[in-house]
């Protein structure tokens, strides 16, 4: 018989396919065993057909088992075999790769750290602390500030600690979002005063165009504010002056004026500052000014030293005595034209041709001139803004020759007459020293 290895049926000994589901029958027919011959699947009992289809129905479940065990079972790789096919890592490949490692790490903090350091935040943080901790040289060092003689660190610490800053308890820093262009950042500063309460202050920084460690972005405070540009500061001519112990220099001229001043222009910071001032035959000045109170300084009000007034009583002597003398000697006006200022010379030359007339021709031929001596020279000075202002008052006399013709005869008579004359002048300092600004020039009658 032929039983089915689909469907279990037994066939006949000579069929090929199945009568049940129509399989293709394969292998030998079924033989039944005998006593004597030991069953696969169990001993042979009566040979019966239940017999046969009981032994069939275990043949098919085995090979179901079979086929199924064959499907799950997985080959387990050979672990000796597979370790044994890694290679090691000797000793300087491991160190190398721990080096990268750290190296890896140390860059990646480098960025973080240098990030944190120089971002416009981190500054605004740090310009703060150290204002409120009145550490001026960070403060300095923090500021954008232009180039300039009177924008060094020890003025701007001098400054400073005339300026009466708040007792700052705590603060707060803030970006102000929006207001950022990739040039500028703006900062809100909240704070708290000492007995005062809160108050706030605007920060602006500015991105510099170097860069920190050649990879960050570096940012500086704008000093806004904080200078003042060319202030205004008038001094007498002839002046050698100093702000902050920084001596102005030809370069800060800006304007030689006509009142016997001179005006420097500088940029410096914005508060209060020291100023000297040496004018020629006067004492040394010194004082301070505030930019923010004021617009501009001018040195005034100086004190003549007791050299000094002598110097000018032989200007005003030496102004009046060249004026009469010239005059008595009809000379031109270039005689004593070098008496008078620049911008002053002028406006006297017809006021000297009068005193010449006057002196040179008497009344009508009776009378001739002879020496006019002055003498009791009584001065008082004081000093303004760019000139220095004297009075002086003396004594003068008269020599002359009365001449008397008639009846055939002539005589001759030496006079002399008595006065007193009063000069007021004005003087400025041009080129290396004190000429005539203003002079009244006395009427002297000697007939």
Known sequence: MRICSNCGTINADDARFCENCGTKLEGEPITTPSAEEPAEYG?????????????????????????????ITIKKPDIGKVKSGIRKLTKIQKIVIAEVI??????????????????????????????????WKTVYGLLE?????????????????????????NYTVRQQMGAEDGIVQNFNVEYSVSGQGPSS???????QSDKAMFLFDTWKVSAAGMLVENYPVTVPGGARVAVDGVELTEEYVVSNNADGTDTYQISLFNGMHTITAAVPWCEVYEGEFDTSADGSIMVENLTLTDTGKTALQAKMQEALESLYTSAMADDDFS???????????AEYEDTYNDLRDRLTDGPDD??????????????????????????????????????YSGFGS?????????GSAYVGATFVYEGDTYKLQYVNIPNVWWY
Do not use: W
């Open 145 to 169: 500030l232009p180039q300039g003689s009177f924008m060094q660190e020890s003025q701007f610490e001098e400054m400073m600690e005339k300026i009466q800053t708040p007792d700052i308890t």
């Open 410 to 418: 002539s005589r001759t008579e030496n006079e002399t007459n008595d």
């Open 102 to 135: 750290c190296l890896a790490v140390v860059i990646a903090a480098f960025f973080v750290i240098g990030d944190r350091k120089y971002s416009a935040q981190s500054v605004a943080e740090r310009y703060f602390d150290a204002y409120a901790a009145r550490d």
């Open 335 to 345: 005689a004593v034209s070098d008496l008078f200022a620049e911008n002053a010379a």
């Open 201 to 207: 202050l605007q920060l602006s920084l500015v991105r």
């Open 43 to 71: 001993p042979a009992e009566d040979g019966s057909e239940e017999q046969v289809v009981r032994l069939s129905q275990r043949r098919r479940q085995q090979q179901q088992q079979d086929s199924t065990q064959k499907q």
């Open 366 to 403: 009776h009378y001739t001139l002879n020496q006019i001596a002055f003498d009791d020279f009584r001065c008082s000075f004081y000093a303004e803004s760019g000139t220095i202002s004297g009075e002086m008052d003396c004594d003068y006399t008269v020599d002359y020759t009365y001449t």
